[in-house]
């Protein structure tokens, strides 16, 4: 056999090597398919979850209907990009993944806005992670982050450092602005919110012709027939007759997590459109979820039966008073 000269020597070598990367290149292409391919199952399955919230959990509609339609729009964009990585169309992974991140940061932040409904941080954190649709949601796409992180290692590979780009690859700058155009997508949205807003107006009770400070008068409150009044400024209240002829003034505010109630003449009872809690005469849980009895506000009468609120009584995670 003929001794190969040291420049075949070389060229060899090189070939080998090239082979050897081509097939790295192989695997990694296969490797970041099945990713995709997770990641269109999980976005899938992420969506599915938004919709169910949406349909299931009317306080969406009622209390936050901001963030009901950028729910819409999280849950619009999860089904498209997971129907593409599922038709294995790769240029739209790395987009997948800026979308399931942005879904994850938006939906931790939904936590705090809860001032914004009168609760705590923490009470509405304890609300919203104890529904299991929206865990799940957060679980589906804290896993398509992850298989974007893990693609990385397969992603350099088959671009040989830099070498040349790919169908997966994304430069950092287009990763961004990916978030960027989701997050206009899903502000748009949400500010259509206004639309598909339920108005929660209560009746109104006159106030004119009452001495300062009083919210109602006596004479305004028959059975079946409430007044209604703000106290403190903002804090809706109703105040009715009870079966037993007696006066009571309690919050309007449910206490799972602050939607309005509507007073039903017949039981004399509240009821919340959000998720059904009932609440008796005196303010005690008929019906859940609501745990806690409403808060009642007390006040004085005086001789011309107006009716002066004095303090609130009870606590309730719907901050009062
Ligand atoms: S807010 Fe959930 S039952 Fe009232």
């Not at 679980?139 to 990385?152: D, K």
């Not at 690859?169 to 990763?175: C, E, G, L, T, V």
Request: proline fraction near 4%; aromatic fraction near 10%; hydrophobic fraction near 45%.
């Amino acid at each position: 056999m003929p001794k190969k000269s040291p420049k075949d020597l070389e060229r060899e070598r090189a070939r080998k090597i090239e082979e050897a990367r081509m097939a790295a290149r192989g695997r990694a292409r296969q490797s970041l398919s099945k990713l995709q391919f997770l990641a269109g199952i999980f976005l899938i399955l992420s969506a599915a979850f938004g919709i169910y919230l949406l349909a299931t959990d009317n306080s969406l509609w009622i209390l936050a209907v901001s963030h009901a339609y950028g729910l819409v729009a999280i849950a619009g964009i999860d089904l498209v990009f997971g129907i593409l990585c599922l038709l294995m169309v790769r240029q739209v992974f790395l987009w997948s993944i800026a979308g399931a991140l942005l879904g994850v940061l938006l939906q931790i932040g939904d936590i705090v806005t809860a001032p914004q409904y009168g609760m705590t941080i923490q009470y509405f954190a304890a609300y919203l992670f104890g529904l299991w649709a929206f865990d799940a949601l957060l679980v589906a796409q804290v896993l398509v982050v992850f298989l974007g992180l893990f693609s990385r290692v397969h992603i350099r590979t088959l671009t040989g450092v830099g070498r040349y780009r790919t169908e997966f690859s994304a430069s950092r700058r287009d990763f961004l602005k990916s978030m960027i155009a989701f997050a206009g997508v899903i502000a748009i949205t949400a500010a259509f919110s206004y639309i598909g807003q339920i108005k929660q107006t209560l009746p109104t009770t006159t106030t004119s012709g009452l001495p300062a400070g009083a919210v109602a008068n006596t004479s305004q409150v028959q059975p079946g027939s409430p007044a209604y009044f703000d106290y403190p400024t903002g804090y809706p209240n109703i105040l009715m007759q009870k079966n037993d002829g007696s006066l009571i003034a309690l919050s309007m505010l449910c206490t799972h997590v602050c939607c309005q109630l509507t007073y039903n003449p017949s039981g004399n009872q509240l009821y919340c459109q959000c998720h059904g809690s009932i609440f008796d005469e005196n303010g005690n849980v008929v019906r859940g979820p609501a745990v806690i009895s409403l808060p009642s506000v007390q006040f004085t009468v005086d001789a011309n039966k107006n009716v002066f609120p004095q303090s609130v009584n009870g606590s309730s995670p719907c901050s009062q008073g």
